[in-house]
């Protein structure tokens, strides 16, 4: 039997800036995951992924991340992906210094 489909988000690295970002419902790329589009149906989730994978002009590295829907938007569900929404661990740049 296959394995119940679980919400997701189409996610990526900048090509430019190398930095992770997630497709939006305006199939925009935002550097924050509150902006993701949450997919639940799975075949609505591979349209986006295919369509996503063919932007190579602007991101790399596309694919589907778990995650869990919450009030405050969505929620990563795997450690790395949690880790991801932190931005770069070598030093403070980024998103990370725009927490500061």
Known sequence: MPAKFTPKVVTANALLEGDVVYLTARDEWSRRLSDAKVLTDE????????????????????YLADVATTDAG????????DFRTR???NYAHGKQVEAL
Do not use: C, M, N, Y
């Open 74 to 81: 969505p929620k990563p569900t795997h450690f790395r992906e």
């Open 87 to 89: 931005g770069p661990s």
């Open 43 to 62: 075949a609505d989730a591979q349209i986006r992924l295919i369509d996503a994978s063919a932007r190579a002009s602007e991101v790399v590295g596309v």
